[in-house]
């Protein structure tokens, strides 16, 4: 079993910046990829960024140039760095992790883009 606790959501104003993180624990996993995705109201769920155990990523579109992800192995930890925000990116970001098994997600932290 895999456990993700998120961190870092919150309100900011456009333009603006957040930091999201999530830690992964549990014993006697590997995590192929870890990630990011993001829910809005009335939407489904969508990824923003992953991340693979060797270093490669990849982004939607929307966020390309904006948001950045990295990810400590060591720590299994993945952070999303999160520039120029807009409204459009108001939603409940969700950690996710693949291992050889299954699909991993966290609770949830909301990030919201208002003036």
């Known amino acids: 079993q895999v456990q993700l606790v998120e961190s870092g959501g919150g309100l900011v104003q456009p333009g603006g910046s957040l930091r999201l993180s999530c830690a992964a624990s549990?014993?006697?996993?590997?995590?192929?990829?870890m990630g990011w995705y993001r829910q809005a109201p009335g939407k489904e769920r969508e990824l923003v960024a992953t991340?693979?155990?060797?270093?490669?990523?990849h982004y939607a579109d929307s966020v390309k140039g904006r948001f950045t992800i990295s990810r400590n192995n060591d720590r299994n930890t993945v952070t999303l760095q999160m520039n120029s925000l807009k409204p459009e990116d108001t939603a409940v970001y969700y950690c996710g992790a693949i291992t050889p098994v299954r699909r991993y997600w966290g609770q949830g932290t909301r990030v919201t883009v208002s003036s």
């Open positions: 991340t693979g155990s060797d270093g490669s990523t």
């Open positions: 549990g014993s006697g996993f590997r995590i192929n990829v």
